[in-house]
């Protein structure tokens, strides 16, 4: 065979071949990884979104491509029957589906941010507006809730779920507005009133604040809780945020790489800061989320039908327990029946043992009662008998006090102790008339701005004067209520010279000291009358001694003696010459005393003047004044006479020992010319009327402003304190009836009344739907419990007990409102310090609290009873200083001397103290020091003198504001509060004098 010719053409065939051109080997192709995302905002922005994490994937692990693929709920479940997803990240309820569906598993929890905190958790918050009568989950029954769908996890199920707890069926008892995304339409749907109530998940409400489309205040959140660490508002249970999960064919080792990339993440990395979060932690814990879906039978755990079989097959055991649990309870049942009928029998027994006992321990305690009513009876009758006394105690101290003063003319003595009577006796009106032809004429009134009327009551005064005795009686006034009448005369040698009228209005079994019976007050009535007659008898004589002082005025010393040797000198004379001897006390000799006519008074110094009180030339000297106040007290009666039951208590035992010892010194010789008459229950006196000059004229009875220095109160800011702002910058002073209308009704420290008209008109400029503003501003603490805590009246009308906001320098006031769940926020607004007000000039020369120790000051202060800056902060100042004490002598009252001519206590309003000053009635007080920057701004005579920190207080001092919740009012009540932290309400403020607050101080905090 030739094999070479047959292997030549095989073997060019072979080269052919080897020589034509092969195609170049194909590069390995890069694995893709798909990542599902819900695009529940539209796949741009959740590509946009998410596409970051996926190019950082690519850089940490290296041979894969990483791609995002939006996807509805329908399309993740058509590519993962295809396995066309490797990875899906998706919200809670979502992933429990296809946990449930598709084996994923998660392997990371997506971190929120929010104020750079990060946030693995969130919730709904259910929300209304903050004028809405809704303030409990339970009051939305019936009402429009706004939510995104009824699958939405966030947007609806959670709320779904709080609701249910609360016992509203959502589905059935709620009118549902699905509203879909974005969740802002829901906010915006309650507060334009298209919605009642709205759920939106957390976040959004902080999210709408922070981009100014909400304002703050103008929600209120429902079902409020509070978790630790979470800061956003919530309604509900805490909840997961979203799941990265792989599927089941998904490599491990590639999923092992995804998890610690993820894990790995800095929160505050680049890629973090472009996905909106803060990195992602470990996977947690979606229990929660399978229980919801299960409790509302939502896919996957939608409800299907159960046959007898399957039941028996998954519950045999139970069932066969129950059967079990049925007939061991037929026995139990059989057994129960046996031992009733042995009870019944045994209960009847008892019950009739029973009645038998109830009836002996019903007369037992009615045995109880009687015997406990009666030791009540006893107890309130003592008490009574011994404020009684006190009281009595304390008017005779006062009048004392005011007899023996010798810098008050005669109708001022008498003006004050008029003030006194009225003051114990409790009366509205009291009445010293001086009769005229057997008819009363007006002398002096208490108090002395009433209208001048003589007498109170025609017919029972005319009474009085005729029998001259004590006329009491229960009569009507014009208006119809129940007045107490007490009519006193003066009785003077048979005949009625005045007569004291004593008036107030009373309730319904109301026990008053205006009562005859009571015989302590009718005693101190008929001392009081004994001296008026006396003080008569002290004018009678002045007179006289100045007639005589007129006749012998142009006499020689020589002649003079000569008249005095012929005349002789009476036993009772009140001056003795020089070298004799007193005829009745053994006085030594007195010496001659150029100044008083060689004359001198025994028992006192020697005159400055001659003759009459005013300095005139005469050569009798002035000793009336002195002896005067040494015989003021002679009166023929011990008080220590005194009928009342109860024994004289310790405290006022010293009152009336020194009272009698006073009393008692003269007691003879005054006997011999005045007495008591008890028969007419008067007073006898042997003397003339009461109220005439010398020479027997009647003087008219002059009203001078009383040595207490109370004024009318118009400076103190009477009618000004209440006054509604209408638009258009109209006020009405003084209309408390606004206070049940008004748009806007705020109840607030008085202190910063002059404040309020540039703040009010400012506010309703920036608001100008809001028209009427009613503003009361009084002492807070007469608001807190007389207006807000009970119903209180002002000028005899009736308050709304509901403002809409309260302020008040004591933030106590308003934790007690809240403990009474009438307020639960509050703010501080703004703050203030003490001073000194004295008069222009500082004539005293004061230069700092430390002399309000000194004894030449006359101080006038606010009382500790009602005004909170004395209350809380100027005593603390006095106790810090140590002056408490002497400035105060440890007393509390109001419109009182705290220390008699030296610490005056204003009655309701500091703001006295300024009219006090520049009338001369106090020479400084302690005041805030807006009220001595207003002071000046009104060109008043005053000037400040600082207290220097901390004495003044202005790191204690803060004014506290806050709504109430039962106010009618309060969308407009918060938009007032967001105004007082506004730059132009601050500076308003500080124009005035007023300390700025800082910005935490003005956000809204809980009342603890």
């Not at 009733?340 to 038998?356: A, E, F, I, V």
């Not at 503003?773 to 007990?801: D, M, R, S």
Request: some cysteine; aromatic content about 6%.
């Amino acid at each position: 065979m030739d094999y070479p010719a047959r292997i030549k053409p095989l073997f060019a065939m072979l080269l052919c071949l080897y020589l034509i051109p092969r195609p170049a080997t194909a590069a390995p192709a890069v694995p893709q990884v798909s990542i599902g995302v819900l695009a529940f905002n539209g796949e741009a922005r959740t590509k946009a979104r998410w596409e970051p994490l996926a190019r950082h994937l690519d850089a940490a692990i290296p041979g894969y491509r990483f791609g995002i693929v939006p996807l509805t709920h329908e399309g993740f479940r058509n590519r993962i029957r295809k396995g066309k997803l490797d990875f899906i990240l998706t919200n809670p309820a979502h992933y429990v589906r296809l946990e449930v569906d598709f084996g994923a598993t998660r392997i990371a929890t997506y971190r929120n941010r929010y104020r750079d905190r990060p946030l693995t958790r969130f919730g709904s918050v259910i929300f209304t507006r903050v004028d809405s009568p809704i303030r409990r989950l339970a009051k939305l029954k019936g009402r429009r809730l706004a939510a995104v769908n009824d699958e939405a996890f966030g947007g609806f199920l959670l709320a779904r779920k709080r609701l249910l707890d609360a016992g509203i069926d959502a589905l059935s008892e709620l009118r549902l507005m699905w509203l879909g995304f974005p969740q802002s339409e829901i906010v915006q749907a309650v507060l334009e009133g298209h919605a009642d109530a709205g759920t939106v998940r957390t976040g959004v409400l902080e999210e709408m604040i922070g981009d100014g489309r909400l304002q703050p205040g103008l929600i209120r959140v429902l079902g409020r809780r509070r978790a630790p660490g979470f800061p956003l508002l919530l309604s509900t249970r805490l909840y997961p945020k979203w799941a990265f999960a792989r599927l089941p064919h998904t490599d491990e080792d590639l999923a092992r790489q995804v998890t610690l990339t993820l894990l790995q993440i800095p929160r505050e990395s680049a890629v973090a800061m472009a996905t909106g979060g803060a990195g992602w932690t470990i996977p947690l814990g979606y229990s929660g989320v399978h229980a919801i879906l299960r409790a509302f039978q939502i896919e996957p755990y939608l409800p299907r039908p159960l046959t007898l079989a399957e039941l028996w097959r998954d519950h045999a055991g139970g069932l066969g327990l129950l059967s079990a649990a049925i007939l061991l309870a037929g026995v139990a049942i059989a057994y129960i029946l046996r031992i009733n009928r042995k009870l019944q029998t045994s209960q009847r027994d008892l019950t009739r043992h029973r009645d038998q006992l109830e009836q002996l321990v019903e007369q037992r305690a009615r045995e109880l009662i009687s015997t406990n009513e009666e030791l009540k009876r006893d107890i309130e009758s003592r008490i009574q008998y011994e404020e009684a006394l006190h009281g009595g105690c304390e008017c005779l101290q006062g009048i004392h006090a005011l007899i023996v003063r010798d810098d008050l003319t005669r109708t001022q003595r008498l003006q004050s102790i008029l003030d006194l009577l009225q003051q114990y006796f409790g009366a509205s009106q009291a009445l010293l008339s001086r009769v005229e032809n057997g008819a009363p004429v007006h002398c002096i009134a208490s108090p002395p701005l009433i209208p001048a009327l003589a007498p109170l009551d025609p017919v029972l005064a005319l009474q009085a004067i005729d029998t001259g005795k004590p006329v009491e009686q229960l009569r009507h006034a014009p208006d119809g209520r129940p007045q107490h009448y007490l009519a006193c005369p003066v009785v003077r040698q048979g005949q009625v010279a005045c007569v004291i009228e004593l008036i107030d209005a009373i309730r319904e079994g109301q026990v008053t000291r205006l009562d005859s019976a009571n015989t302590l007050g009718m005693r101190i009535l008929q001392l009081v009358a004994h001296w008026l007659a006396h003080e008569n008898d002290a004018q009678a004589r002045e007179a006289v001694r100045e007639q005589a002082a007129q006749r012998l005025s142009g006499l020689t010393p020589r002649e003079r003696e000569v008249l005095l040797e012929v005349a002789g000198r009476p036993q009772q004379a009140d001056c003795a010459t020089p070298g004799h001897q007193h005829q009745d006390r053994g006085t030594a000799p007195l010496q001659p005393d150029a100044q008083a006519g060689n004359r001198k008074c025994r028992g006192i110094d020697p005159p400055r003047h001659a003759g009459r009180a005013d300095g005139a030339g005469g050569l009798i000297p002035a000793c009336h004044r002195a002896q005067v106040q040494r015989q003021t007290f002679r009166i023929s009666y011990s008080i220590q006479t005194v009928e009342t039951k109860p024994r004289v208590s310790t405290k006022a035992q010293p009152v009336i020992t020194h009272i009698a010892a006073a009393t008692s010194a003269n007691q003879d010789e005054q006997a011999k010319t005045t007495s008591i008459d008890s028969d007419k229950g008067g007073f006898t006196h042997d003397d003339s009327h009461l109220g005439t000059r010398a020479g027997g004229r009647r003087g008219p009875c002059i009203r001078l402003p009383r040595p207490d220095g109370i004024r009318e109160k118009a400076d103190a800011g009477l009618g000004h304190d209440y006054r509604p702002f209408i638009t258009g910058g109209k006020i009405e002073y003084g209309k408390i009836g606004h206070s049940y209308t008004a748009d806007l009704v705020m109840y607030l420290a008085g202190n910063q009344f002059m404040v309020m008209e540039e703040l009010i008109q400012d506010f309703q400029k920036k608001n100008p739907d809001i028209k009427k503003i009613y503003v009361e501003t009084i002492p807070p603490g007469q608001i807190f419990k007389g207006q807000i805590l009970k119903q209180g009246e002002i000028n005899g009308q009736k308050t709304a007990q509901n403002p809409d906001i309260f302020a008040s320098i004591n933030l106590g006031h308003l934790k007690k409102l809240r403990k009474k769940n009438l307020m639960h926020d509050y703010m501080i607004y703004t703050h203030n310090k003490l001073e000194l007000m004295v008069a222009r000039g500082n004539p005293k020369g004061i230069k700092g609290p430390e002399d309000l120790g000194r004894d030449d000051l006359v101080q006038s202060h606010p009382n500790p009873l009602t005004e909170g800056i004395f209350k809380f902060y100027g005593s603390k100042m006095l106790k810090d200083l140590g002056l408490y004490e002497k400035v105060t002598g440890n007393k509390k009252c109001k419109s009182c001397w705290a220390i008699p001519g030296k610490t005056w206590f204003t009655s309701r309003h500091h703001r006295e103290t300024p009219y006090r000053i520049e009338h001369g009635e106090a020479d400084v007080g302690i005041v805030w020091t807006t009220e001595v920057q207003y002071a000046k701004s009104q060109n008043r005579p005053v000037e400040d003198v600082s207290i220097p920190a901390p004495y003044n207080m202005q790191h204690k001092v803060g004014y506290a504001i806050g709504a109430l919740s039962t106010g009618r009012n309060p969308y407009n009540a918060a938009r007032y509060l967001a105004y007082l932290g506004t730059p132009e309400a601050q500076a308003i403020y500080a124009k005035y004098g007023f300390l700025k607050a800082n910005d935490s101080e003005l956000k809204l905090k809980p009342l603890q």
